[in-house]
């Protein structure tokens, strides 16, 4: 029983490893932020499809009834790309970080209006810690500029569409695997990406090497070991405890920006840290005392 609760939470912190240098590939990237999110698409839908060449015989098939949740998380995956790494070329860092990582809110709005899950008020004493010190991390920009531009904008579309994947991948999870899920969200994401690039006219070649690296970097580190592990972790807590943890991504953001960027943090961020951290415990623990409430549930 421990095993099985301690493998979602490794699986989670490793996807916020993971995701955690999603933003700093968009910004090493000389490529439209909508390019950056098809390739990093692209390439880790190919790679996954080459490991499931050797493994399809040693599989179920899935019930075509279960396909449209992965689809359907994979077109909210790309109106997210799309919307937050455009978000950075018309907003600070700070402001798209701060705006794209509100999904936690969105998650347990829905999660409590239409998905009807019983949310303890030690929950929701969580969710305002984990956000307050979200905004102590990055917001210090959004204060000095509290104006909502285009940017600000696309950042808080962003996170609802990023909440909408996590409400949807929590049911599909239930019915798929997660590398067949990853993989099948990677299809859908990639071709609605496509398109959207296509629409928006950006050039889908004529980048230097360096850029191709970081394609190939932020596909496999970002997507296919980011994006499996938090699949893997939806499929064994529910998105309401998953989407608040993940505001440990911009503190482990802040963090990696010291050696990469040179980006030292304030103390105003570094007690946003303690803060936040502070606010996903509680959310957790919240999380286990309902479990032990209703252990049938």
Same mark, same amino acid.
């Given at each position: 029983?421990t095993?099985?609760?301690?493998?979602p =939470?490794?699986?989670?912190?490793?996807?916020?490893?993971?995701?955690?240098?999603?933003a700093?590939?968009?910004? !090493?990237?000389?490529?439209?932020?909508?390019?950056?999110?098809?390739?990093?698409l692209l390439?880790? &839908?190919?790679?996954?499809?080459?490991?499931?060449?050797?493994?399809?015989?040693k599989? +179920?098939?899935? +019930?075509?009834?279960?396909? !449209? /949740?992965?689809?359907?998380?994979?077109?909210?995956?790309?109106f997210? /790309?799309?919307?937050?790494n &455009?978000?950075?070329? =018309?907003?600070?860092?700070?402001?798209?970080t701060?705006?794209?990582?509100?999904?936690p809110?969105?998650?347990?709005?829905a999660?409590?209006?239409?998905?009807?899950?019983?949310?303890?008020?030690?929950?929701?004493?969580?969710? @305002?810690?984990?956000l307050?010190?979200?905004?102590?991390i990055?917001?210090?920009?959004?204060?000095?500029?509290p104006?909502?531009?285009?940017?600000?904008?696309?950042?808080?579309t962003? @996170?609802?569409?990023?909440?909408?994947?996590?409400?949807?991948?929590?049911?599909?999870?239930?019915?798929?695997?997660?590398?067949?899920?990853? !993989?099948l969200?990677?299809v859908?994401?990639?071709?609605?990406?496509?398109?959207?690039?296509?629409?928006?006219?950006?050039?889908? &070649?004529?980048?230097?090497?360096?850029? !191709?690296?970081?394609?190939? @970097? &932020?596909?496999?580190?970002?997507?296919?070991?980011?994006?499996?592990?938090?699949?893997?972790?939806?499929?064994?807590?529910?998105?309401?405890?998953?989407?608040?943890?993940?505001i440990?991504?911009?503190?482990?953001?802040?963090?990696?920006?010291?050696?990469?960027?040179g +980006?030292?943090?304030s103390?105003?961020q570094?007690?946003?840290?303690?803060?936040?951290?502070?606010g996903?415990?509680?959310?957790?623990?919240?999380?286990?005392q309902?479990q032990?409430?209703?252990?049938?549930?």
């Amino acid at each position: 029983m421990t095993q099985n609760k301690f493998l979602p =939470y490794l699986a989670l912190a490793m996807g916020i490893i993971a995701l955690s240098l999603s933003a700093m590939f968009v910004r !090493w990237s000389d490529a439209p932020g909508p390019i950056t999110g098809f390739y990093r698409l692209l390439i880790s &839908t190919i790679l996954f499809f080459l490991f499931f060449l050797q493994r399809q015989q040693k599989l +179920e098939p899935i +019930e075509i009834r279960w396909i !449209w /949740f992965p689809l359907c998380a994979g077109l909210f995956t790309a109106f997210d /790309f799309a919307f937050w790494n &455009t978000s950075v070329k =018309y907003t600070s860092a700070a402001n798209a970080t701060l705006l794209g990582n509100t999904s936690p809110l969105w998650v347990a709005l829905a999660a409590l209006f239409f998905l009807k899950e019983k949310l303890r008020g030690t929950f929701w004493l969580g969710l @305002a810690f984990a956000l307050a010190g979200a905004v102590l991390i990055v917001g210090t920009d959004f204060f000095k500029h509290p104006t909502l531009g285009l940017g600000d904008l696309m950042a808080s579309t962003a @996170a609802i569409f990023y909440a909408s994947y996590q409400l949807i991948t929590q049911r599909g999870r239930v019915h798929i695997d997660p590398f067949r899920y990853t !993989w099948l969200v990677g299809v859908s994401a990639t071709i609605a990406m496509f398109i959207m690039n296509l629409v928006l006219g950006n050039s889908f &070649t004529g980048y230097n090497s360096q850029t !191709w690296i970081i394609f190939f @970097a &932020t596909a496999i580190i970002s997507q296919m070991i980011g994006y499996l592990s938090i699949t893997y972790a939806l499929g064994h807590l529910p998105a309401s405890v998953v989407s608040p943890t993940l505001i440990g991504q911009p503190i482990l953001t802040t963090l990696l920006a010291i050696p990469l960027l040179g +980006e030292f943090p304030s103390r105003i961020q570094w007690l946003g840290s303690a803060i936040a951290l502070s606010g996903i415990y509680i959310v957790n623990q919240s999380h286990i005392q309902s479990q032990q409430e209703t252990p049938n549930a």
